[in-house]
T-cell receptor, first 111, second 112 residues
Framework: DAKTTQPPSMDCAEGRAANLPCNHSTISGNEYVYWYRQIHSQGPQYIIHGLKNNETNEMASLIITEDRKSSTLILPHATLRDTAVYYCIVRVPYGNNRLAFGKGNQVVVIP | DAGVTQSPTHLIKTRGQQVTLRCSPKSGHDTVSWYQQALGQGPQFIFQYYEEEERQRGNFPDRFSGHQFPNYSSELNVNALLLGDSALYLC???????????FGQGTRLTVV
């Protein structure tokens, strides 16, 4: 079962930063926060993951609160191609490949 | 690098029939997982194969079975198809146990 809560949908303006929230209040000490996205009719795509420190890669930044009960995925300059369903998942990365997807957050980037 | 490839891309079957879906993992990957995604829902974990053995299984009936071959490719078999088995079936591969999963484009199965 999914252990995260996300808004079902949100809009954001093209060219602006998109901040996608996720609550994971029951996260365990050894669980990481993973983000995937799924563009229509495609398979999910890995974005980023982190344990407790903020992380950044070429796609996005991940901000995890100090108590680790919530996080925010930041798309720095949203484009129309970022329109997708975004999934926030918590999991132990070693010895367990299972990804427990919820319904995700349908993000629509508006021109 | 071809990434994760799945075949066929689309399939239509009749209730009661059997179906086999195929997956070739990304080069260098040895772990394959299968997911079922119903319309409007997130993907649901079916099972995972590593070293040619089923390592983990989700809440799916025995009608769902699989196999992993020595070249790490995998098959998903579904027997006695039901209308409710209509979904997008996704394959994901990884290198070793617990690494980030890379997904294929999926097979769209329609049961009529």
């Amino acid at each position: 079962d999914a252990k995260t809560t996300q808004p079902p949908s949100m809009d954001c303006a093209e060219g602006r930063a998109a901040n996608l929230p996720c609550n994971h209040s029951t996260i365990s000490g050894n669980e990481y926060v993973y983000w995937y996205r799924q563009i229509h009719s495609q398979g999910p795509q890995y974005i980023i993951h982190g344990l407790k420190n903020n992380e950044t890669n070429e796609m996005a930044s991940l901000i995890i609160t100090e108590d680790r009960k919530s996080s925010t995925l930041i798309l720095p300059h949203a484009t129309l191609r970022d329109t997708a369903v975004y999934y926030c998942i918590v999991r132990v990365p070693y010895g367990n490949n299972r990804l427990a997807f919820g319904k995700g957050n349908q993000v629509v980037v508006i021109p | 690098d071809a990434g994760v490839t799945q075949s066929p891309t689309h399939l239509i079957k009749t209730r009661g029939q059997q179906v086999t879906l195929r997956c070739s993992p990304k080069s260098g990957h040895d772990t394959v997982s299968w997911y079922q995604q119903a319309l409007g829902q997130g993907p649901q974990f079916i099972f995972q194969y590593y070293e040619e053995e089923e390592r983990q299984r989700g809440n799916f009936p025995d009608r769902f079975s699989g196999h992993q071959f020595p070249n790490y490719s995998s098959e998903l078999n579904v027997n006695a198809l039901l209308l409710g088995d209509s979904a997008l079936y996704l394959c994901a591969s990884g290198q070793g146990y617990g690494t980030e999963a890379f997904f294929g484009q999926g097979t769209r199965l329609t049961v009529v």
